[in-house]
């Protein structure tokens, strides 16, 4: 990875269980004292690993574009687009040397984190999704929502992609926006993208080999 000379490490979303890839973790920390790290998702619980935090399979995984999150260090909620199972513990994570900085508000579980040293952190839900990905996201696993519950046939499944996918094309439209209780800050490009901007902006130019 090195040899490439990048100026920063993006860790991106993937499914699963983030424990049985330790070689990546592995790898991870290796690095950390090395480039600026960011993470989503699947990232987000890998660096939390690299970092000596734990994590756990949620009861109920986090799915949908209605996940209120709280930035504690602004003290602004947001909301936001996810779709995992698992999760960083919040025991822990002083030791391992990172700092909570976003809470999930329907569970208080880890959303975000920063290392306390070293220009690294990471948030669980997915600031790079918009409407449409998440209705082609749905599309994919129709037959698993379905089965797990969250639709009560294939045909409801059907209708909310099809509503994510005509908000997508038309934003000025309230009356989906609240029937799919989507908020204003998931449709504004400048808000979803934020934490992705703050980790170029803030940590990979300031570090950039001239």
Not at 27 to 38: C, H, M, Q
Request: charged share 25%.
């Amino acid at each position: 990875i090195l040899d490439f000379q990048p100026d920063g490490l993006f860790l991106s979303n993937g499914p699963g269980d983030p424990a049985p890839v330790k070689y990546v973790a592995d790898t991870v920390r290796e690095l950390l004292p090395k480039l600026p790290v960011f993470g989503i998702c699947l990232g987000h619980q890998i660096l939390g690993l690299a970092c000596g935090a734990t994590t756990f399979k949620l009861k109920f995984g986090h799915r949908g574009g209605n996940q209120p999150v709280k930035d504690l260090l602004t003290g602004k909620v947001e909301i936001t687009s996810q779709n995992h199972g698992f999760a960083v513990s919040q025991r822990g994570l002083g030791e391992a040397g990172l700092e909570l900085t976003h809470v999930n508000l329907n569970d208080d579980t880890v959303e975000g984190f920063r290392h306390k040293e070293l220009p690294a952190f990471a948030v669980q839900y997915h600031p790079e999704y918009d409407l449409h990905e998440l209705a082609r996201l749905t599309f994919c696993r129709i037959e698993k929502l379905v089965k797990l519950g969250f639709f009560a046939d294939a045909d409801a499944a059907l209708d909310y992609v099809n509503k994510l996918e005509t908000l997508h094309a038309d934003p000025s439209r309230q009356d989906l926006a609240w029937q799919l209780g989507v908020d204003a800050d998931v449709m504004n490009e400048d808000v979803r993208l934020v934490e992705v901007r703050n980790w170029i902006d803030r940590l990979v130019l300031p570090n950039m080999r001239s």
